[in-house]
């Protein structure tokens, strides 16, 4: 009864009866999957699987959007999905914690209060503030501007590196792209990336894009672009609904 889980695989096999809301399944349901394993065509592997618009060609909903918008209070992780015997393999999903004690009580506090992020990335870091309210939050400044503040790393190599960080808000079907703003990845002892994005609706949330990634949608997806190329991480929603 005390078990914690997460929506697996969105769009895959389905849209978990279209997300339909349970108020106790709530109290027990946290994540959702960003990212999954290495796909394969042909015995050719490919990247970490994006389910940003997974189904779309199934003509399901957009799940990320059909999930907030039923009422879900979820935070985004990427998945591994080991099915060899060759663990932390490059090109998988991996998730993201931030704890305050590394135990069981600790991931198990992060996972509930959603302090994670989902990427395709070894080694990145990814955190995300809204008017000081961690990623993952609840916040009462629904539909006035919110000064975001972004921090993301992963070592040397990545210091200047230009990236994408596109707001995405609620629609009906598709999630709605409210702003996008370049940016570049900041070295040490450098301020964090701060910008100001204005929410429409009742959540909001971060996915950053790679422009050296291909785009990878199912479909044909609105605001897929080779200008700001794959997404690399989803940090976790702001809700602004209780």
Known sequence: ADAI????????????????????AAKQ???????????????ASHDATDYFWYGRDSKLPQ???ACFNAGWKVGFSGVSDEHSGTFGQTGKGRGGLYVKHVTREGVRRAIMTRRTFGTREAGLRVDATANGVPMGAHLSHRGKPLDIELDI????????RKLWVQVIGPGKDDPTLL????????GDHKPVISFRAKPRGDWLFLRICDPA???DPLGHAPFED??????VAYA???????
Do not use: C, M
């Open 226 to 231: 080779s200008t700001y190329g794959g997404a």
């Open 5 to 24: 889980a997460s929506f697996n695989h969105p769009g895959y096999f389905g849209n978990f009866q279209d997300f339909i809301y349970h108020h106790k």
């Open 63 to 65: 799940p990320f959007n």
């Open 153 to 160: 790393d992963r070592g040397p190599k990545w210091v200047g």
């Open 236 to 242: 976790s929603p702001w809700f602004f609904r209780d």
């Open 179 to 186: 702003d996008v703003f370049p940016i570049h990845v900041p």
């Open 213 to 215: 990634r291909k785009n």
């Open 29 to 43: 349901i946290f994540l959702i999957e960003a990212f999954n394993a290495i796909t394969f065509d042909g015995g």
